[in-house]
């Protein structure tokens, strides 16, 4: 009786650190949408400012995107190790 308690104790605490990892990695990848959209956001305003600089702004904003990606893409990473290793 008391083997089976912990058995069933342990899979639910390892279930529930699956389930806060999934969040973790939808939180990732929600925040990274976010701050691309403002990067594009911002970049399109300030082109519309000044459209003479648009080749100087367009690659800025590709490179902040692609860091801001790249962050967002190691969270998703790690909460995924975390599902399929716990």
């Known amino acids: 009786m008391l083997l089976t308690t912990m ?3 342990a899979a639910a605490g390892a279930a529930l650190g699956k389930v806060g990892a999934a969040i973790g990695a939808a939180i990732a990848a929600l925040a990274g949408a976010i701050g691309i959209g403002k990067i594009g956001k911002s970049t399109m305003e ?3 400012r000044q459209p003479e600089s648009s080749g100087n702004l367009r690659t800025s904003m590709i490179i902040a995107a692609g ?3 790249g962050a ?3 969270a998703i990473i790690v909460c995924l190790l975390v ?3 716990k």
Do not use: G
């Open 67 to 69: 860091m801001v990606e």
């Open 7 to 9: 058995i069933l104790q």
């Open 83 to 85: 599902v399929l290793l």
């Open 72 to 74: 967002a893409l190691f």
């Open 46 to 48: 300030a082109i519309a």
